[in-house]
């Protein structure tokens, strides 16, 4: 069974930063493609930013500049760094991503539950 663990989420003031994390676990399989995604109440899901297994990264024009996405392929585990955040950044985190049985080499495609974020004063 492929299990997501998240970490991070927190409340913080305007212009502070949180470390979210994402861990996953699992026997016999291998991460691909990560994302975090995130919704804030009333708005759709939407993506955040990516990486490749070789570290190439992508951001959402809102997270260009002050977010970033790195992993740890030896963990298995993706981190989404977020500076200088802003009260419209409140949203729950979504880690995402493309598992690969490797017996099979079937790929599944995984949310974790989220992680809260609270920007406020």
């Known amino acids: 069974q492929v299990q997501f663990v998240e970490s991070g989420g927190g409340l913080v003031q305007p212009g502070g930063s949180l470390r979210l994390s994402c861990a996953v676990s699992?026997?016999?399989?291998?991460?691909?493609?990560m994302h975090w995604y995130r919704q804030a109440p009333g708005k759709q899901r939407e993506l955040v930013a990516t990486i490749s297994p070789s570290g190439t990264t992508n951001y959402a024009d809102a997270a260009k500049g002050r977010f970033t996405i790195s992993r740890d392929n030896a963990k298995n585990t993706v981190y989404l760094q977020l500076n200088d955040l802003a009260p419209e950044d409140t949203a729950a985190y979504y880690c995402?991503?493309?598992?690969?049985?490797?017996?099979?080499?079937?790929?599944?495609?995984?949310w974790g539950k989220g992680t809260q974020v609270t920007v406020s004063s």
């Open positions: 699992g026997n016999g399989i291998r991460v691909n493609i």
């Open positions: 995402n991503a493309d598992v690969a049985a490797i017996a099979s080499g079937t790929l599944v495609n995984y």
